[in-house]
């Protein structure tokens, strides 16, 4: 058991998640002296630039560009890791487990590339490395999944994991605006990553997802095993022909397990959901998890999904978590629900759904027929069909849904049909997803 009055926290990294903390932190001493018993104070913070003017200043001696002197400074207690990036980054906590200081972090992308070696790190050193803020900003996602439904299983979790995208396609959808206009907005706001392609290509979904697949199934899937797409491809016309479906396209991540199988899959999307859905109603720059448990049935989590008060909020939560264990408060269950050595990443052919499919074709008789004939080479059949011409261009936008079929097929069929003669550009796929129709293979 600890038995300091005062832990010191130093934070790497002060851009806005890091004055968050520090801010909320001073705001709240009192707090969470009542609630820890102890005085709780952000001490030192490194940054990339002492020059650089910030929303929050603090006493310019506690900042440093050398964030290895935070985490060796033996009056440091908790280390906060929240420069981003890899490399750096996994030094640094690495040599701070092996100070013995629990290290707390939002860096998705190190969890994802480096979790096992990580958490195992930890656990040997004694530490702990907590994250919840790594995933969906201010929703409790990963206490949810490690404490509140420990007894579940979990057949499937989906659900809006990137607000930027979420707030691109809610502007999109509500005004009629094009993606550029609204990406142009987005970045006057600071809701896009410094490399945008994080944000608009799902990267940064799919980093949240693996996560949440490991937490759920004990199993890390690699990115390179899983479908990741973005939403540049996401065009007005798309957004009006949902809307005739009866549903709303979101940018979601998908994490499916069979039992029967024991098959993985986990994947970002732009996805058609119907709209009654709570993650269909998630707009702008909020985040939605739907997480259907073998206990407790389906509960849905809605709440901002980043920004410096939501992100901060769940540092600072890992904060008091930690200095709990410091003072003796036992650790977080571990998943005894998971079994790690059963799963397997799912094959394409063992991943099923129904697809929407754009086309721009020549417009000239039966080449919707040839269109439906190529596809049903690959065994896929359709469900709704609708063609509009364009006189101008002398094309025509063909839009189809299909019935039940497996990545396998439509990958092929989508291949076949960049090369069918009159297709004008790439056909543009998204998924149908209804989480009701979910069924286990």
Not at 329 to 334: E, T, V
Not at 337 to 366: M, N, W
Request: charged share 25%; proline share 4%; net charge negative.
């Amino acid at each position: 058991m600890n038995e300091k009055k005062v832990l010191r926290v130093g934070i790497l990294g002060f851009g806005t998640v890091g004055q968050g903390t520090w801010k909320h932190l001073v705001e709240n001493e009192k707090a969470w002296e009542r609630i820890l018993g102890v005085q709780l104070i952000p001490t030192r913070a490194s940054v990339r630039s002492l020059s650089k003017k910030r929303a929050f200043a603090i006493d310019p001696t506690c900042i440093t560009t050398d964030s290895l002197s935070i985490v060796e400074d033996p009056d440091i207690d908790i280390v906060c890791e929240l420069i981003g990036g890899i490399e750096e980054a996994k030094k640094l906590t690495l040599r701070a487990f092996s100070m013995g200081k629990s290290v707390i972090t939002a860096n998705k992308a190190l969890i994802c590339d480096h979790g096992d070696e990580l958490f195992k790190a930890a656990e040997n050193a004694g530490v702990r490395y907590a994250f919840e803020a790594s995933v969906a900003g201010g929703i409790p996602i990963i206490k949810v999944l490690r404490e509140s439904l420990v007894a579940n299983e979990f057949p499937l979790i989906y659900g809006i994991m990137n607000g930027t995208s979420n707030y691109i396609l809610t502007r999109m959808e509500n005004e009629g605006a094009t993606f550029d206009d609204v990406l142009g907005d987005a970045r006057e706001l600071g809701y896009v990553e410094a490399d945008e392609a994080l944000d608009l290509d799902g990267v940064d979904a799919a980093h949240k997802a693996v996560i949440l697949g490991y937490l759920a199934h004990g199993m890390w899937i690699d990115l390179k095993d899983t479908t990741v797409e973005g939403i540049r491809r996401i065009s007005n016309e798309d957004l009006a022909a949902a809307r005739d479906l009866n549903c709303k396209i979101k940018l979601i991540g998908v994490i499916r397990r069979s039992f029967e199988q024991n098959y993985v899959s986990v994947g970002v999307y732009p996805a058609l959901v119907p709209i009654n859905e709570i993650i269909a109603q998630t707009d702008g720059v909020f985040n939605g998890i739907s997480l259907t448990g073998t206990v407790v049935g389906t509960v849905v989590l809605t709440g901002r999904g980043a920004g410096q008060d939501p992100t901060a909020g769940s540092v600072i939560s890992d904060i008091v978590d930690v200095v709990k264990g410091m003072q003796g408060s036992a650790l977080p269950p571990k998943l005894l629900h998971v079994t790690p050595d059963e799963c397997k990443p799912a094959p394409s052919q063992e991943i099923s759904g129904c697809f929407y499919l754009r086309l721009s074709v020549d417009d000239r008789p039966g080449k919707l027929a040839k269109v439906a004939e190529n596809l049903a080479v690959h065994g896929i059949s359709l469900a709704t069909v609708s063609q509009t011409p364009d006189e101008k261009t002398k094309s025509a936008s063909i839009i189809l849904t299909t019935h039940q079929t497996n990545e396998h097929s439509i990958g092929l069929a989508i291949d076949s049909l960049e090369q069918l003669d009159g297709v004008k550009e790439k056909p543009v796929l998204f998924r149908m997803f209804d989480p009701n129709c979910f069924e286990e293979k």
